[in-house]
T-cell receptor, first 115, second 114 residues
Framework: DTGVSQDPRHKITKRGQNVTFRCDPI?????LYWYRQTLGQGPEFLTY????????KSRLLSDRFSAERPKGSFSTLEIQRTEQGDSAMYLC?????????????FGSGTQLSVL | AQSVTQLDSHVSVSEGTPVLLRCNYS??????LFWYVQHPNKGLQLLLK??????LVKGINGFEAEFKKSETSFHLTKPSAHMSDAAEYFC????????????FGTGTRLKVLA
């Protein structure tokens, strides 16, 4: 168990550019989550997958955001045409599927700064 | 839809005194409730979890929480604060509808005074 891994740790980009983040969950975990956290706030739910299926996406999430989990293992989160308001910590978490064992294991996050 | 309210954004206690961090939830089903802790520049760590078994849940580092359905509360307590407890604490609800979406509160920053 190597934990949830996120890459990169930090990303600085200019407004209007596209960025992509990667998350590698704990290998036996079926569920994978993306959250966004800004300073002084709790993590905000963005989307989650069960295996390769994206089961829910926040209604607050702009169409510029897209996430994939093509083979049910790692996931990517892409933000197109970044805006300064996208600056935040993007957190990935995974969870096992077995009944009673559901809980989130978080990665260290990707800190995005949009200039 | 589920939601969670953390009633205090900041709590200050003296070292060795009790800690109380308050959380109220809203859920249409039988929820699962969690407390997570986030130390500065560290990742989120699970403190404890309630899933309809015992209403008093014991977690790591001496923390515990009591599920009170009549009050829709899940307050976090610790009998004696330690300096290392200074961190941000988040109450989390998953509403048990089968969607397995976890909603976080806005957090309570705990400060421990020497």
């Amino acid at each position: 168990d190597t934990g949830v891994s996120q890459d990169p740790r930090h990303k600085i980009t200019k407004r209007g550019q596209n960025v992509t983040f990667r998350c590698d969950p704990i290998s036996e975990h079926n569920r994978l989550y993306w959250y966004r956290q800004t300073l002084g706030q709790g993590p905000e739910f963005l989307t989650y997958f069960q295996n390769e299926a994206q089961l829910e996406k926040s209604r607050l999430l702009s169409d510029r955001f897209s996430a994939e989990r093509p083979k049910g293992s790692f996931s990517t989160l892409e933000i197109q045409r970044t805006e300064q308001g996208d600056s935040a910590m993007y957190l990935c978490a995974s969870s096992p599927l077995e009944g009673g064992k559901e809980k989130l294991f978080f990665g260290s996050g990707t800190q995005l700064s949009v200039l | 839809a589920q939601s969670v309210t953390q009633l205090d954004s900041h709590v200050s206690v003296s070292e060795g005194t009790p800690v109380l961090l308050r959380c109220n939830y809203s859920s249409s089903y039988s929820p699962s409730l969690f407390w997570y802790v986030q130390h500065p520049n560290k990742g989120l760590q699970l403190l404890l979890k309630y899933t309809s078994a015992a209403t008093l849940v014991k977690g790591i580092n001496g923390f515990e929480a009591e599920f009170k359905k009549s009050e829709t509360s899940f307050h976090l307590t610790k009998p004696s604060a330690h300096m290392s407890d200074a961190a941000e604490y988040f109450c989390v609800v998953s509403d048990g509808s089968g969607t397995y979406k976890y909603i976080f509160g806005t957090g309570t920053r705990l400060k421990v005074l020497a």
